[in-house]
């Protein structure tokens, strides 16, 4: 059972360069999230999605779009890589059990540089 | 959504339990009170959640006071293993996004 799986695990780009991070889960979850972390700081939220086809902006979204094409996987494009957007970038899946109960699961991390 | 205050940094010896504290006076009535952590580098990792009773589970205990307005996670012995930052995190009802705030540094010395 492989939970999160982010692809890749360190990148570096040049400015104004593109890419596209990419996220699966393999645990039928609803929901999915992209974190930047960046160092000494707490995670910060730049987009969610409930559900597939569906995405909304969370803390830090600007420079960023996501595509949610089917339940498995979220991915996040960075369309104009700017040095600012040096980070450890994290993606989560989640879902509601029947108890109402919410447990996230993490992927480990994509380490991206902007030279 | 409602906004926590956590320390910012905690010590505790190896073997002692160790007691970080949350505030979430503003949580609303169908908000669950749940804890994270994040070893470095790695991922978060769920360790507990709560409505309005005390929990357990293998890894930790959660106290919710009575008025919901305030929590206190227990690791009962704490580990070098057990050094992270931990997060104290509102979630549920109308308050969909997990959003994490700035949490406790919690560093376990020998």
């Known amino acids: 059972n492989a939970g999160v799986t982010q692809t890749p695990k360190f990148q570096v780009l040049k400015t104004g360069q593109s890419m596209t991070l990419q996220c699966a889960q393999d645990?039928?979850?609803?929901?999915m999230y992209w974190y930047r972390q960046d160092p000494g700081m707490g995670l910060r939220l730049i987009y969610y999605?409930?559900?597939?086809?569906?995405?909304d902006k969370g803390e830090v979204p600007n420079g960023y779009n996501v595509s949610r094409l089917n339940k498995r996987e979220f991915s996040l494009r960075l369309e104009s890589a700017a040095p600012s957007q040096t980070s450890v970038y994290f993606c989560?899946?989640?879902?509601?059990?029947?108890?109402?109960?919410?447990?996230?699961?993490f992927g480990q991390g994509t380490r991206l540089t902007v030279v | 959504d409602a906004k926590t205050t956590q320390p910012p940094s905690m010590d505790c010896a190896e073997g002692r339990a160790a007691n970080l504290p949350c505030n979430h006076s503003?949580?609303?009535?169908?908000?669950?009170v749940y804890w994270y952590r994040q070893i470095h580098s790695q991922g978060p990792q769920y360790i507990i959640h709560?409505?309005?009773n005390n929990e357990t589970n293998e890894m930790a205990s959660l106290i919710i006071t009575e008025d919901r307005k305030s929590s206190t996670l227990i690791l009962p012995h704490a580990t070098l293993r057990d050094t992270a930052v931990y997060y104290c995190?509102?979630?549920?009802?109308?308050?969909?996004?997990?959003?994490f705030g700035k949490g406790t540094l919690l560093t376990v010395n020998p």
């Open positions: 989560a899946s989640s879902d509601r059990d029947r108890v109402g109960r919410t447990e996230a699961f």
């Open positions: 645990m039928n979850h609803n929901s």
């Open positions: 999605s409930a559900s597939e086809g569906t995405t």
């Open positions: 503003t949580i609303s009535g169908n908000e669950y």
């Open positions: 709560g409505l309005k």
């Open positions: 995190i509102p979630l549920g009802g109308s308050n969909y996004k997990l959003t």
